[in-house]
């Protein structure tokens, strides 16, 4: 694993990222680079029991005052949205450090804006339309501890509404973070299942983004190198946690998929993943899991050399195969990861219920991802795909 502490910046989003072991440590002088005294800190609770945060609030004293909010739960809600916001606002804070899987990141982006707008949150729960700030957010710091949904590097921020029950992605420029704080030796704790879900988030995350409509050959360069890592070091960082190289190298692949779906957009998988959040609280890296491989199969001959070219960053030999051949290849190597992974592979292994199968179909298709999927998207094909993840 290198050693030194990196600060790269990116074409594609306004995010500084910060990267090394112990990078951590770095994200003060960016606090103080930006003349903050007082932050919040965003959290879950078993992070928030971390002793690497605690440490982090301890160093911090004397010339940053942490406020903690370790309130996040899976599927982070308006109303924790909204109590963030208050605790934040009564505390001064100038700036929010989110610590966590993609939960924390997302509550702590959705806090930002929050503190500057009370009931900002509650008003944009309006699916279809634009999420809109008028406002200037709190700058914000996110420091992943886990390897998936990106969101330190996406203007994204899922938002699960508790009185209409829907999960909605808001998306907006002010909902960047200002630096994200790569650092390997969080994502060591995260348990094995969460490991599973967000490497096979951000599997999505770079499959989705390689063949969507709106892929260029920019954004297909990073998802293709996300994917290469990724089919690289997951089974590692599942089967043993304590190899820091792979830890990074998944690191990394999951935020240069970001960097890609900032710009392209996901696709039917994502779509078809949020009402199972939403309905039935599977994690949403769980919900893609199992998605995925149904979501590649409907989607293939829409495309078939981007799928080609999917099995062989996977590692598939398809050298002289037919085209279509060779894209599906790419079906049946993800199928083989969760697999080997020990995935959950049916809807119906985490409590969903075909009953629900025409109500999760009617919320999928508002989705944006629907929008760029490189096939048509009925809400016929919707429903049959759900059947056969049934
Ligand atoms: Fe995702």
């Not at 306004?14 to 990078?23: I, L, N, Q, Y």
């Not at 003349?35 to 982090?56: F, H, I, M, N, P």
């Not at 909902?175 to 995260?190: G, H, K």
């Amino acid at each position: 694993m290198s050693e030194t502490i990196k600060t790269e910046c990116f074409d594609e989003v306004p995010v500084r990222v910060v990267s090394g072991p112990g990078a951590l440590e770095s994200s003060k002088a960016c606090l103080a680079g930006m003349g903050v005294t007082r932050a919040l800190l965003v959290c879950g609770q078993s992070v928030g029991k971390l002793d690497a945060v605690r440490e982090y609030v301890d160093a911090c004293r004397g010339c940053i005052d942490i406020t903690i909010f370790d309130e996040v739960e899976p599927d982070p809600s308006d109303a924790t949205v909204r109590r963030g916001g208050a605790v934040g606002r009564e505390a001064g804070a100038e700036a929010v450090i989110a610590v966590g899987g993609g939960s924390s990141m997302d509550a702590g982006k959705a806090i930002a804006a929050e503190i500057g707008e009370e009931g900002w949150v509650v008003a944009q729960d309006h699916p279809g339309e634009p999420t809109e700030i008028a406002h200037e957010p709190l700058p914000v710091i996110c420091v992943p501890t886990t390897a998936g949904t990106a969101s330190e590097v996406t203007p994204f921020a899922v938002m699960t509404y508790t009185e209409t029950e829907r999960k909605l992605v808001l998306s907006h420029e002010k909902l960047y973070a200002r630096c994200a704080i790569l650092d390997a030796n969080l994502l060591v704790s995260a348990p094995r299942q969460v490991r599973v879900g967000a490497g096979m988030d951000a599997l999505t995350h770079a499959i989705e983004s390689y063949v969507s409509k709106q892929a260029t050959t920019e954004t297909r360069k990073r998802s293709a190198e996300s994917i290469r890592g990724i089919a690289q070091h997951l089974r590692t960082v599942v089967g043993n946690p304590e190899d820091l190289n792979a830890q990074q190298g998944m690191q990394r692949a999951a935020m240069i998929a970001g960097l890609a779906f900032s710009k392209t957009r996901l696709g039917i998988v994502h779509a078809m993943a949020l009402p199972l959040s939403a309905l039935f609280h599977v994690p949403h890296g769980i919900a893609n899991t199992i998605l995925l491989p149904h979501g590649m199969r409907f989607n293939y001959t829409a495309d078939p050399a981007g799928f080609a070219e999917i099995a062989r960053l996977m590692g598939e030999s398809v050298e002289g195969l037919p085209e279509e051949e060779a894209a599906l290849r790419a079906v049946q190597a993800v199928e083989r990861l969760a697999t080997d992974i020990d995935a959950p592979r049916r809807m119906a292994e985490v409590g969903v219920e075909a009953s629900a199968i025409p109500r999760m179909a009617e919320d999928a298709m508002p989705s944006a991802h629907v929008k760029v999927n490189p096939r048509e998207i009925t809400l016929a094909d919707i429903m049959r795909v759900y059947e056969r993840a049934m």
